[in-house]
């Protein structure tokens, strides 16, 4: 993990991060990069980046500005690292170079966390998202374009000041429509000294009930997901090994967790593992004899 970026400038109607961050304030390329080396040469396999609004990263240099684009793209040309990821995101700053990442990185991996709060462009609108429902629905369909197999997970904002029936409605039919493998969902909680501390607030019993509605659903999507994984070979990068089990852990590509039976030599390798069951969280499996690691 390597934080390249903190601050935002968004201020969003709900959040205290501008506040308590401050200005968005990014690290020179040189001294991530270098961390990043340093890292390999410990022996990490993937590099994730990390940001209160990781893809903000504008680093100025006498020639022009340096971005998570460029910093990709620099981060992929080193030798050891096998997987790239990047979080958190916000939808405003998904640019062109930051999607088209997607077409020529190929250890960046087919899954974003992509916070969206709602699929009402009302709410959005009150809660300073600086972008609409059509917007958000226009970045995953490129990045669908370029990688077919791509998956989103988010974060929802339900029982928002001023949320009705038809704005929940709308969330649920963007859900629908993206079918995000795993997300995070929450009641709306006000922040003394933003904005919407001063709204007021819907009934809780409305929020609480459309908050187990939501939940459902995306449970839902989790459980398809690693339903659909079963009796079919998935890479995984070996993480550890469980402590008093003779089991590894691991993630596959959309970050989902994965164990099974191994031996602690294919720990910090990229392995072939069959899932033979699942749950919501997790995928269970089984490395094959013929199978090496890599």
Known sequence: ????????????????????????YSRSPEEIINEAKQLV??????????????????????????????LINRLNKIEGIKRIRYTTSHPKDMTEDLINCYKNVNKLMPFLHLPVQSGSNKILK????????????????KMREILPNMEFSSDFIVGYPGETQQDFAD????????????????????????????LEMIDY???KKRLIIIQEKL????????????????????????????KLFGRNKYLSSVIFKGSENHIGNVIDVKITNSNQNTLFGEIESKMKAA
């Open 205 to 207: 019993k409305i929020a």
């Open 171 to 198: 969330t649920m039919a963007l859900l629908e429509k993206i079918r995000f493998i795993n997300s995070f969902s929450f009641i709306f909680s006000p922040r003394p000294g933003t904005t919407a501390a001063n």
């Open 41 to 70: 040469l410990n022996g990490a396999k993937e590099i994730v980046l990390l940001g209160q609004n990781v893809n903000a990263y504008n680093f100025k240099t006498e020639e022009n500005f340096f971005k998570l684009s460029n």
């Open 219 to 246: 449970f839902n999507n989790q459980i398809e997901l690693n339903k659909s994984l079963e009796n079919k070979k998935i890479k995984v990068l070996v993480e550890n090994k469980l402590n008093e089990q003779n």
């Open 1 to 24: 993990f390597i934080t390249i970026q903190e601050g935002c400038d968004k201020f969003c109607s709900f959040c205290v991060v501008p506040y308590t961050r401050g200005a968005e």
């Open 126 to 141: 009150k809660m300073n998202r600086k972008y609409t429902r059509e917007k958000y629905l226009s970045i995953i369909k």
